[in-house]
């Protein structure tokens, strides 16, 4: 389908060629750049609003499940009783499909409460929460598993332990329940700290720990596939391990080895292949901005690496989060010509094999969370949960 924009270069294109002989060359080639530019249009799919809800409590949303005929929201809310810009109070809301919302859930028994991780297994919903004290200077919070029933009744609470900042998120491998957390030594924000794997057996409730031998990044996304688990942090810092891994058994930790600070975007398995997906986005003073592929043979251990600039994408600006197919990978980035804000499908190769248009309307491109699949795009924000129809 051509779009206006397309349709009004055209036009110009046809009135230069036909109104002036000395561009005749030009005139020769518009029937490749017609070519050119409705085979990058096609690019770009449709999409539709198919319905949006407004939060009655939730400011700031941290995890979105879809589960069959259910959706479910978890997010916090700096508005709460106390009110002294510290504490806040948890909610997990479910949805059915048109977003008319089933029941909601509040946990507001602590100073500060946070959903921040959700998963949907059978017919239970397990929830990663903090909960404990903030303050300007510290954060003494603790993380618990909750199991939560389909009617949004409490069921269990198992306590974690300390912990800092937000936990990764939550996969299910077998009868095990496994995530990633940050342990502190202190309370306070300058405090060391550690990685922490947990693996959860639901069957016989034992519960294994995994702790990293130095400082990594916070982390943010845990991968398992069989009895391989690896624990992946929002930054791949130079000079440090990188990655929390665990194998036949065996416990050790992957430095990628990279060159400069570059931030976590995906990562997934396919054949014996780890892919970690980063972006160096620029800082002051290095302004070549970046998207790169780790690639970690589990065969020989082998780590092979691939970078492309952004200018080659056509991106001018890249954010951060991110939806995993299992083999590629959607992010949200800045188009360097139009500016506008798009959603991309990149596989492992760097190869964009879709385009969505970002809705500026409900949303800024920040701290998002969604989902795409089966045609429907599943997007959550501070402005709401939307529902979209894709081509």
Same mark, same amino acid.
Not at 82 to 110: E, F, H, M, Q, R
Not at 292 to 315: A, D, H, V
């Given at each position: ?14 009135? &230069?060629?036909?109104? @002036? /002989? +000395? ?11 017609? $070519?050119?530019?409705? !085979? ?104 618990? &598993?909750?199991?939560? @029933? /389909? +009617? ?11 912990? $800092?900042?937000?936990? !990764? ?123 790169? $592929? ?98």
């Amino acid at each position: 389908m051509k779009t206006e924009a397309t349709q009004q270069f055209i036009f110009h294109i046809n009135y &230069l060629c036909k109104n @002036n /002989l +000395e561009i005749k060359s030009l005139y020769m080639k518009r029937n490749l750049l017609f $070519f050119f530019i409705i !085979s990058f249009s096609t690019l770009l799919s449709a999409q539709e609003l198919l319905t949006k809800s407004t939060f009655d409590n939730i400011e700031y949303v941290e995890d979105i499940e879809w589960s069959s005929d259910d959706i479910y929201c978890a997010g916090f809310s700096f508005k709460t009783a106390i009110n002294d810009g510290n504490s806040s109070d948890a909610y997990l809301v479910n949805y059915d499909t048109t977003l008319k919302p089933k029941w909601s859930l509040k946990i507001s028994d602590k100073h500060s409460n946070k959903i921040n991780s959700i998963i949907r297994y059978k017919d239970k919903i397990y929830a990663l929460v903090t909960q404990g004290k903030i303050s300007p200077q510290t954060e003494d919070v603790f993380i618990s &598993l909750f199991t939560i @029933n /389909l +009617e949004g009744v409490i069921e269990n609470k198992i306590n974690i332990g300390r912990a $800092f900042s937000s936990p !990764s998120n939550i996969v299910i491998n077998g009868s095990n329940l496994i995530f990633g957390y940050k342990v502190p030594d202190g309370i306070t924000y300058s405090a060391d700290s550690k990685s922490e794997i947990i693996n959860y057996n639901l069957a016989t409730k034992k519960l294994v720990r995994h702790k990293s031998s130095q400082y990594q990044a916070t982390p943010k996304k845990i991968l398992a596939e069989k009895s391989d688990i690896f624990l992946f942090g929002n930054y791949i810092h130079p000079n440090q391990p990188n990655i929390m891994a665990y194998r036949n058994g065996k416990y050790s930790e992957i430095s990628l080895k990279s060159s400069k600070t570059e931030y976590f975007l995906d990562s997934y398995i396919n054949k014996n292949i780890v892919t970690v997906v980063c972006a160096f986005p620029g800082v002051y003073g290095d302004m070549k901005k970046y998207l790169k $592929f780790y690639y970690i043979n589990l065969n020989n251990n082998t780590i092979n690496s691939k970078s492309i600039p952004y200018e080659k994408l056509g991106w001018s600006d890249q954010h951060f989060d991110t939806y995993s197919t299992g083999s590629s990978s959607w992010l949200i980035i800045e188009n360097h010509q139009t500016k506008a804000l798009q959603y991309v499908l990149i596989d492992n190769t760097g190869k964009i094999s879709k385009t969505l248009n970002f809705d500026r309307d409900n949303g800024n491109g920040s701290w998002e969370r969604y989902i795409i699949k089966e045609g429907m795009l599943l997007n959550a924000n501070s402005s709401g949960i939307k529902i979209y129809k894709i081509d």
